[in-house]
Structure formats: C-alpha cells, structure tokens
C-alpha cells in the first residue's frame, strides 16, 4: 500500500500534475497516474482506431500516465498480470473525462 508521505513526495515531484491513486482490491497492486494530457489522450485515440495498434493504445495511455512504481519497477508485475494494464487504463479513461453521465433536451 502506498504511504501519505509516499503520496507527498510524488505530489512534490509533479507539482501541478492532477495526481490519482489506484489500487486494485483483487491483487493488492497499487499505482499512481497523472491524468492524461491532451496529446497523450489524441495519440490513444488515434491508436485505437488503428486496427495494427488498437491492442496496445491502453497500455500506451497507462505507461504515459503512471507515475509510481517507476515503469522499470512495475514491469515485472505487468509480465506476470498483463490484464492489469487494461484495469488501470480503464480508470485513466474515466479520469481524462470520458461519461456517459449527461443528460440532454432537445430544444
């Protein structure tokens, strides 16, 4: 689990970066992303609607946003639990803003 003076120092290391905590109740994994920047989020989205690299535009957006463990730290649970890329990205969807939450009128 990760520590309050953990969540400081990365708050420090990435001052005015939107930071996210993630942890995964089912494999105890814990990260840390930044949500996406706009051309972080147009390269996912130009890579999901290329059929060569729809299969890997998540783990793309993931590996762009996270900020702890260090990418070379959390390889090693990558290789063993690959899926958890996707579970990951899934939330860095929902916090570079994509809902289906609205509500609309005609006018």
């Not at 130009?46 to 783990?59: L, N």
């Not at 390889?75 to 860095?92: C, Q």
């Amino acid at each position: 689990m990760i520590t309050e003076e953990q969540i400081t120092k990365l708050k420090e290391a990435h001052p005015g970066a939107e930071l996210h905590h993630i942890h995964n109740e089912d494999t105890g994994v814990d990260v840390v992303v930044k949500a996406p920047s706009e051309s972080e989020w147009k390269r996912f989205r130009s890579m999901q609607s290329d059929p060569e690299q729809r299969a890997h535009a998540i783990g793309v957006l993931f590996r762009a946003c996270l900020v702890h463990p260090a990418a070379q730290e959390f390889a090693p649970i990558i290789a063993a639990k690959p899926g958890l890329v996707e579970t990951f990205g899934g939330d860095l969807v929902d916090i570079a803003g994509v809902s289906r939450a609205n509500t609309r009128k005609k006018l």
